[in-house]
């Protein structure tokens, strides 16, 4: 706790803001009852509507996760959400349906995720540092290039990236996937990280300057333990969005062997007729699962990374 | 700062450097190049080197086996004669031109009626949030093919009030409909970042309105908006970008093909097809720079329309 007091303030006066504002509100509405009355109507309907909205989203989700508990021949005419018994057989024939067992495509992503992390983790902040730091020559150029990268389309670079990565022989290793992220190619964590870098009074760089550190010295002791809520953001966002990665996966990973859970399901869809909704939706929930849970315990982290890299 | 504003900024800001600057500029060097050392490899051979070699590329006539062979403007005279692409254009122009809006549209609504210490407020925003997290896998594409399927749910809940829904995926007029709403559904993301911007707009000026006597609509087209406007420029911005380059829903929905009858070819689709599936990737190469061309005509066009509409409150 008493690290994230370190933080740029703006989260936290956010919710002292939201507190401040809360309490002459409601004496003002002890004041006038006709005010209480329709502020209280106003409340009503804007739960409604939040109800309803987020009920209609949700709905889909719940009902696959009801659906792949029910036998097949259900799925196409119950559209409610109780369940008289619950079915195991869609997961275990889900989970033995492809030529590995489905765990083997998830310990591959597990590899492609976690490659991934620790490429973003080490390479974007040691960027960050530099451009948040450091004086150098090129600095505004190369900033701008770093700004401007967040925003090509990959499709752009897919094609000769391709060719080389298929002429050194990674085509059907995880390499073209993980590699990357060791060359800070997510140039929007290396941002992230630059506005978190900035938040950090510079004084605790002076100290141990001071003292005698060196840059390595600094980064490693001084700012990296400060910015771990950034590299908590990076660490999940990289999570899920490498976990959901299908483009890349389909272009690079042909051999079933090699597949991540993505491709693998899409292996799924192609292979099936119609008649095997049920097991499909059931690994397309195993497959959701590492996501919802990471969001259950990452969320912190996930609104406060987009919040602050989107505000102006 | 978002990476956007730091952008126009720097376009801004432009003066001679004095000497001090310059020195200062210096003094980090060696330093700083081992720290951006995996960046700069990073830029130069999985960024800027393909992007050159593939606009190389875009001039030949390449299929992996033999050596690209130099055709000058071929590849481009061929997609302006390409039926399919110009289609796939057509097809991709509606998804971001449609998706785009009615997905911040969406975004606001619900971040204004979130806003304010309205309470359950961050289970609302969860609940609103997760679809964007799983938007873009497979699993949720395969759940949206089944829901819109003819036997699907939206059409079982439709059955239950007596109408007969048509297979919405499997007709060209309502397929790439449902790939739009899917974008929609995926409306959180955009919404945490206007609830953010919400926060950022000081009371002051709401309290000022009101003693003025403004009314709810007033306020919010006079205070709201404006101070807002630079977050829903950002959020526009990246999400034209995002939406051009859309792929796995399309993808997964209509099974890899962009049927029916190519009404959901995205032209990312048709690229993947053109150069993974048929190897032709000289024509896949100027496809690409033609989608580069195009994500930054919008994006430049975004900027230059910015100074009429987005209000900087510096």
Same mark, same amino acid.
């Given at each position: 706790?008493?690290?994230?007091?370190?933080?740029?303030?703006?989260?936290s006066?956010?919710?002292?803001?939201g507190?401040?504002?809360?309490? #002459?509100?409601r004496?003002?509405?002890? !004041?006038?009852?006709?005010?209480?009355?329709?502020?209280?109507?106003?409340?009503?309907?804007?739960h409604?509507?939040?109800?309803?909205?987020g009920?209609?989203?949700?709905?889909?989700?719940?009902?696959?996760?009801v659906?792949?508990?029910?036998?097949n021949?259900?799925?196409?005419?119950?559209?409610g959400?109780?369940?008289?018994?619950?079915?195991?057989?869609n997961?275990?024939d889900?989970?033995?349906?492809?030529t590995?067992?489905?765990g083997?495509y998830?310990?591959?992503?597990?590899i492609?995720?976690l490659? +991934?992390?620790?490429?973003?983790l080490?390479?974007?902040?040691?960027? *960050?540092?530099?451009?948040a730091r450091l004086?150098?020559? !090129?600095?505004?150029i190369?900033f701008g290039?770093?700004?401007?990268?967040?925003m090509?389309?990959?499709?752009v670079?897919?094609?000769?990236?391709?060719?080389l990565f298929?002429?050194? !022989?990674?085509?059907?290793?995880?390499?073209?996937?993980?590699v990357?992220?060791?060359?800070?190619?997510?140039?929007?964590?290396?941002?992230?990280?630059?506005?978190?870098?900035?938040?950090i009074p510079?004084d605790?760089?002076e100290?141990?300057?001071?003292?005698?550190?060196?840059?390595?010295?600094?980064?490693?002791?001084?700012?990296?333990p400060?910015?771990?809520? *950034?590299?908590?953001?990076?660490?999940?966002?990289?999570?899920?969005?490498?976990?959901?990665?299908f483009?890349?996966?389909?272009?690079?990973?042909?051999?079933?062997?090699?597949?991540?859970? #993505?491709v693998?399901?899409?292996?799924?869809?192609d +292979?099936?007729?119609?008649?095997?909704?049920?097991?499909?939706?059931?690994? +397309?929930?195993?497959s959701?699962? #590492?996501?919802?849970?990471?969001?259950?315990?990452?969320?912190?982290?996930?609104?406060?990374?987009?919040?602050?890299?989107?505000?102006? | 700062?978002?990476?956007?504003g730091?952008?126009?900024?720097?376009?801004? &800001?432009?003066?001679?450097?004095?000497?001090?600057? =310059?020195?200062?500029?210096?003094?980090?060097?060696?330093?700083?190049y081992?720290?951006?050392?995996?960046?700069?490899?990073?830029?130069?051979?999985?960024?800027?080197?393909?992007?050159?070699?593939?606009?190389?590329?875009?001039?030949?006539?390449?299929?992996?086996?033999?050596?690209?062979?130099?055709?000058?403007?071929?590849?481009?005279?061929?997609?302006?004669?390409d039926?399919?692409?110009?289609?796939?254009?057509? %097809?991709?122009?509606?998804?971001?031109l449609?998706?785009?809006?009615?997905?911040?549209?969406?975004?606001?609504?619900?971040?204004? %009626?979130?806003?304010?210490?309205? @309470?359950?407020?961050?289970?609302? &925003?969860?609940?609103?949030?997760?679809?964007s997290?799983?938007?873009?896998?497979?699993?949720?594409? $395969?759940?949206?093919?089944?829901?819109?399927?003819?036997?699907?749910?939206?059409?079982?809940?439709?059955?239950?009030?007596?109408i007969?829904?048509?297979?919405?995926?499997?007709?060209?007029?309502?397929?790439?409909?449902?790939?739009?709403?899917?974008?929609?559904?995926?409306?959180?993301?955009?919404?945490?970042?206007?609830?953010?911007?919400?926060r950022? $707009?000081?009371?002051?000026?709401?309290?000022?309105?009101?003693v003025?006597?403004?009314?709810?609509?007033? =306020?919010?087209? @006079? $205070?709201t908006?404006?101070?807002?406007?630079?977050?829903?420029?950002f959020?526009?911005?990246?999400?034209?970008?995002?939406?051009?380059?859309?792929?796995t829903?399309?993808?997964?929905?209509?099974?890899?093909?962009?049927?029916?009858?190519?009404?959901?070819?995205?032209?990312?689709?048709?690229?993947?097809? =053109?150069?993974?599936?048929?190897?032709?990737?000289?024509?896949?190469?100027?496809?690409a720079?033609?989608?580069?061309?195009?994500?930054?005509?919008?994006?430049?066009?975004n900027?230059?329309?910015s100074?009429?509409?987005?209000?900087?409150d510096?």
């Amino acid at each position: 706790m008493t690290k994230l007091q370190t933080l740029p303030a703006s989260s936290s006066s956010d919710r002292k803001a939201g507190k401040a504002g809360k309490s #002459p509100r409601r004496r003002e509405s002890r !004041g006038s009852l006709a005010f209480s009355r329709s502020a209280r109507i106003k409340g009503l309907i804007k739960h409604a509507i939040l109800i309803i909205v987020g009920g209609v989203m949700i709905y889909p989700l719940l009902w696959m996760v009801v659906s792949s508990l029910r036998p097949n021949d259900l799925i196409f005419r119950e559209p409610g959400l109780w369940l008289e018994n619950l079915e195991m057989s869609n997961y275990t024939d889900g989970w033995s349906a492809l030529t590995h067992p489905f765990g083997h495509y998830m310990i591959n992503s597990a590899i492609v995720v976690l490659g +991934s992390i620790l490429g973003n983790l080490i390479s974007c902040s040691m960027a *960050a540092y530099a451009f948040a730091r450091l004086q150098f020559s !090129g600095k505004k150029i190369f900033f701008g290039i770093m700004l401007l990268t967040i925003m090509l389309p990959f499709h752009v670079v897919i094609v000769p990236q391709y060719i080389l990565f298929s002429q050194i !022989g990674w085509v059907n290793t995880f390499w073209p996937l993980i590699v990357p992220k060791l060359l800070a190619t997510d140039a929007f964590f290396v941002f992230l990280m630059v506005q978190f870098i900035r938040g950090i009074p510079k004084d605790l760089d002076e100290a141990a300057r001071i003292d005698g550190a060196g840059h390595p010295r600094i980064f490693l002791r001084v700012i990296l333990p400060l910015m771990v809520p *950034a590299l908590a953001t990076t660490t999940i966002f990289t999570f899920i969005w490498t976990w959901n990665d299908f483009f890349g996966a389909l272009i690079y990973l042909t051999d079933p062997d090699m597949f991540t859970v #993505p491709v693998a399901l899409r292996a799924f869809v192609d +292979s099936q007729s119609a008649t095997s909704w049920g097991s499909l939706f059931a690994m +397309s929930i195993v497959s959701l699962l #590492p996501v919802f849970l990471v969001f259950l315990f990452g969320q912190r982290f996930l609104i406060k990374g987009i919040a602050t890299t989107g505000i102006k | 700062m978002s990476a956007i504003g730091e952008l126009s900024t720097m376009t801004r &800001r432009k003066g001679p450097m004095t000497k001090e600057e =310059k020195k200062a500029n210096g003094r980090d060097n060696k330093a700083a190049y081992v720290f951006l050392l995996p960046w700069l490899i990073g830029l130069a051979v999985i960024t800027v080197g393909p992007m050159l070699m593939s606009l190389y590329l875009s001039f030949t006539d390449y299929n992996l086996l033999q050596p690209p062979e130099w055709v000058g403007l071929d590849n481009f005279v061929r997609m302006f004669g390409d039926a399919r692409l110009h289609n796939s254009l057509r %097809v991709t122009f509606t998804y971001v031109l449609v998706g785009v809006p009615l997905q911040l549209a969406v975004a606001l609504v619900i971040a204004l %009626v979130l806003d304010k210490g309205l @309470r359950g407020l961050p289970f609302y &925003r969860s609940i609103f949030y997760l679809p964007s997290l799983l938007g873009g896998s497979v699993a949720v594409a $395969i759940l949206w093919k089944q829901i819109f399927g003819t036997t699907g749910l939206v059409n079982q809940v439709l059955a239950m009030v007596g109408i007969e829904g048509p297979g919405w995926i499997s007709d060209p007029n309502t397929a790439l409909g449902s790939i739009i709403l899917l974008h929609v559904w995926t409306f959180g993301s955009p919404m945490i970042i206007f609830l953010a911007g919400l926060r950022q $707009i000081p009371t002051m000026y709401y309290e000022a309105a009101e003693v003025d006597g403004a009314s709810t609509l007033q =306020k919010f087209w @006079r $205070i709201t908006l404006p101070m807002l406007s630079p977050i829903i420029f950002f959020n526009l911005v990246l999400q034209i970008i995002g939406s051009f380059q859309s792929f796995t829903q399309a993808f997964i929905v209509s099974g890899g093909n962009g049927g029916p009858s190519d009404s959901t070819m995205f032209f990312t689709l048709y690229l993947y097809q =053109k150069g993974f599936g048929q190897f032709d990737m000289g024509y896949a190469s100027a496809m690409a720079w033609f989608l580069l061309v195009i994500i930054g005509a919008f994006t430049a066009i975004n900027f230059i329309a910015s100074k009429y509409w987005v209000f900087y409150d510096d």
